[in-house]
């Protein structure tokens, strides 16, 4: 059973530039979520995605978007890059949409920095 | 606002030692519970979980206690080994609508064991 996979490691942009980052689930998870984690702080959640849909979304603006595909692996787009989206951005992987105990687990992130 | 709060940003504790971490929340929607560890360069991993109808679980040297009336969580960790030094993260979960749950999560605490 291989666990949740994030890629690129690191990344460097410019600010206005857009970025993708990805995520493979692990095996026999259906549901993805995406969390920025900021230097010093917790991992603040973005959205997640169920099915191929958005399902619940945290407080980010609409440049922040996302996609889930038929194998349950995910895209995080950001447009219009900010200094401030200078993070750690996290994937989590879970069974199923958060429903009672599901535990979500969490791949190794992407490390963004924005010039 | 922050829903969910750790206040102690590091923590010493010698080897062998119990090591305990707090955490105090607001939203009383939230009705499960968990702490993950995190060290330099991983993503989170989780450690141990709580529904709110409990108060306490436990899992080897890791028990977490759960005080609904004071909103407050601790994880108290016994003996303390030097592998034990990382990062923790208290995460609550509430639904967010849609289907959703989300996971709001503290600041962390870095705790250190002393060999």
């Known amino acids: 059973e291989t666990g949740v996979t994030q890629s690129p490691t690191h990344l460097i942009k410019t600010r206005g530039q857009q970025v993708t980052l990805r995520c493979s689930s692990q095996?026999?998870?259906?549901?993805v979520s995406w969390y920025q984690q900021a230097l010093g702080q917790g991992p603040q959640f973005i959205f997640q995605y169920y099915r191929e849909e958005e399902n619940g979304r945290g407080n980010f603006p609409p440049r922040f978007s996302g996609l889930q595909f038929p194998n349950y692996s995910s895209e995080l787009n950001v447009n219009a890059l900010e200094l401030d989206d200078s993070a750690l951005y996290l994937c989590?992987?879970?069974?199923?949409?958060?429903?009672?105990?599901?535990?979500?687990?969490f791949g190794p992130g992407t490390r963004l920095t924005v010039l | 606002d922050q829903q969910v709060k750790q206040n102690s940003p590091s923590l010493s504790v010698q080897e062998g030692r119990i090591s305990i971490l707090n955490c105090d929340y607001t939203n009383s929607m939230f009705d499960y519970f968990l702490w993950y560890k995190k060290y330099p360069a991983e993503g989170p991993t989780f450690l141990i979980s709580i529904s709110s109808i409990k108060d306490k679980n436990e899992d080897g040297r890791f028990t977490v206690f759960l005080n609904k009336s004071a909103k407050h969580l601790s994880l108290h960790i016994v003996p303390s080994q030097p592998g034990d030094s990382a990062v923790y993260f208290c995460?609550?979960?509430?639904?967010?609508?849609?289907?959703?749950?989300?996971?709001?999560f503290g600041k962390g605490t870095k705790l250190s064991v002393i060999p």
């Open positions: 995460a609550a979960k509430a639904y967010s609508g849609a289907g959703s749950y989300q996971l709001t």
């Open positions: 989590a992987s879970s069974l199923a949409p958060g429903q009672g105990t599901d535990t979500q687990y």
């Open positions: 095996s026999g998870h259906n549901t």
